[in-house]
T-cell receptor
Framework: DAGVTQSPTHLIKTRGQHVTLRCSPISGHKSVSWYQQVLGQGPQFIFQYYEKEERGRGNFPDRFSARQFPNYSSELNVNALLLGDSALYLC?????????????????FGSGTRLTVV | AQKITQTQPGMFVQEKEAVTLDCTYDTSDPSYGLFWYKQPSSGEMIFLIYQGSYDQQNATEGRYSLNFQKARKSANLVISASQLGDSAMYFCAMREWSRGGGFKTIFGAGTRLFVKA
């Protein structure tokens, strides 16, 4: 079974440009979450989507937006890129919103997209 | 306010020995979940172990165990019989519910573990 797939794996953009990152969750998973991990730090929560609706938003500016499609895949969009947006962007999928008892709560991460803004 | 604190930026351990990675957390919610993840250089976050706030016993998963001290708000990870492949970044994390009915995971800054042969 395929895990969480993210594309592209690496990306270089110029300041002021726009970028779109893509994530395909594990088959059957309906929730996708996005995290930003700046070098040397832990991941920071950006968004969670479940059944195409936004269910959570972290402390990120409006330049960051996301959406989820009927097939549960997701896109993260970042406008007007800044040098500080350079980071590893991680996508995590889960089968539900954390209800139930599975110890993992279904959180599976992809390998990430490494974005460099120059 | 920092909700997850990992005070050890780096740790060294000899192969086959045990090592403890420290984690303290802060929350006023009586219901929460604590996680440990491993992040090798490839970047993927690998789930290791989970402890629920109402769990009576410390969680164990193979060579991993979680020393959960609720009153102290600490959730230290113990890795027994360290292996060279354990060299990686380790993150302590806590699940919180979001206002929209979903949840988010708050991560600490991480501890880099080096296993020496």
């Amino acid at each position: 079974d395929a895990g969480v797939t993210q594309s592209p794996t690496h990306l270089i953009k110029t300041r002021g440009q726009h970028v779109t990152l893509r994530c395909s969750p594990i088959s059957g998973h309906k929730s996708v979450s996005w995290y930003q991990q700046v070098l040397g730090q832990g991941p920071q929560f950006i968004f969670q989507y479940y059944e195409k609706e936004e269910r959570g938003r972290g402390n990120f500016p409006d330049r960051f937006s996301a959406r989820q499609f009927p097939n549960y895949s997701s896109e993260l969009n970042v406008n007007a890129l800044l040098l500080g947006d350079s980071a590893l962007y991680l996508c995590a999928s889960s089968s539900n919103l954390g209800q139930g008892t599975p110890a993992n709560y279904g959180y599976t991460f992809g390998s990430g997209t490494r974005l460099t803004v120059v | 306010a920092q909700k997850i604190t990992q005070t050890q930026p780096g740790m060294f351990v000899q192969e086959k020995e045990a090592v403890t990675l420290d984690c303290t957390y802060d929350t006023s919610d009586p219901s929460y979940g604590l996680f440990w993840y491993k992040q090798p250089s490839s970047g993927e976050m690998i789930f290791l172990i989970y402890q629920g706030s109402y769990d009576q016993q410390n969680a164990t998963e193979g060579r991993y165990s979680l020393n959960f001290q609720k009153a102290r708000k600490s959730a230290n990870l113990v890795i027994s019989a360290s292996q060279l492949g354990d060299s990686a970044m380790y993150f302590c994390a806590m699940r919180e519910w979001s206002r929209g009915g979903g949840f988010k995971t708050i991560f600490g800054a991480g501890t880099r573990l080096f296993v020496k042969a």
